[in-house]
């Protein structure tokens, strides 16, 4: 008995040494391991302290660390010279606009007794000029069309009547121009009109053969006085002017002063 007593005492004996042995094995594993996770640690906390030396190093003048492109890119960029804009100085100040003279139009009357060359007082007689040359000349309304009153101590007139009398359709009356200054002198050539209606003329016009200081513009108080408009004059081709200012002429119906042998206007057109 005392023998089983010492073999099991034994027994339980060797279970404790093995025991103590795995607890000892055990214990010195976890020990290298605390170990291995401490020097992890030191190592760490040594890492730490040199990025924060560089970092303090840096930051009191050591070597700065190297700039990322985009901002090598930027900084590029910002570096570009930029100009400012002045409002006052940037852009000339407009300068004054001077206008240039208007050049007189010229047109050629080409007759059955020969060609006259007139000049148009454009700066003068705008509309006058306008509605001669846009409603009348530039449309051809003037060809074939005849002098139907000839008194040749005064006027030629002519621009309304066909050679058989007839008359042609007219557009809208103009303002009448007479108050430009211009006398209707031998030469010249002026807007015919109802002597009843001061702002009536239209297609028809005549050419001063003498003087006619009684045509002139007067004043604005009545019709009479109004005056005819002088848009022009004959700069070549006078010696026709006076070749038909003599030629025979009859009454004819309401026409009292038609020449005889008609003169007819076989065109109008402009040549500057």
């Known amino acids: 008995m005392i023998a089983a007593t010492r073999k099991r005492a034994g027994s339980l004996i060797g279970e404790s040494s093995a025991m103590q042995t795995a607890g000892q094995e055990a214990a010195s594993m976890q020990s290298n391991s605390l170990n291995r996770s401490l020097s992890g640690l030191r190592l760490s906390i040594s890492l730490l302290a040199s990025l924060i030396l560089a970092l303090v190093s840096t930051g009191c003048g050591g070597s700065k660390p190297a700039v990322p492109a985009a901002s090598i890119e930027a900084a590029q960029t910002a570096a570009v010279p930029t100009t400012e804009v002045s409002n006052t100085s940037a852009f000339p100040e407009k300068a004054p606009v001077q206008k240039l003279p208007v050049a007189d139009p010229i047109v050629l009357i080409h007759t059955s007794l020969g060609d006259i060359k007139l000049q148009l007082f454009i700066q003068k007689a705008p509309q006058t000029v306008d509605n001669f040359l846009r409603n009348y000349v530039n449309r051809n309304f003037y060809d074939q069309t ?92 006078q010696d026709v002017i006076d070749k038909i200012a003599q030629t025979p002429v009859a009454a004819q119906g309401d026409f009292p002063a038609m020449p005889q042998q008609a003169v007819v206007i076989q065109s109008i057109h402009q040549l500057k």
């Not at 005064?154 to 009547?161: I, K, N, R």
């Not at 109802?194 to 053969?209: I, K, L, M, Y």
């Open 146 to 237: 005849i002098f139907h009153h000839v008194d040749k101590g005064s006027l030629l007139a002519a621009g309304g009547y066909s050679p058989d009398l007839q008359p042609k359709p007219t557009r809208a009356p103009v303002f009448n121009e007479a108050a430009n200054g211009l006398k209707n002198k031998r030469g010249t050539i002026s807007l015919a009109r109802d002597p009843g209606v001061a702002h009536s003329g239209t297609s028809q016009f005549f050419v001063n053969v003498a003087d006619n200081e009684g045509l002139d513009y007067v004043g604005d108080t009545s019709d009479a006085d109004f005056g005819y408009c002088v848009f022009g004059q004959v700069i070549e081709g």
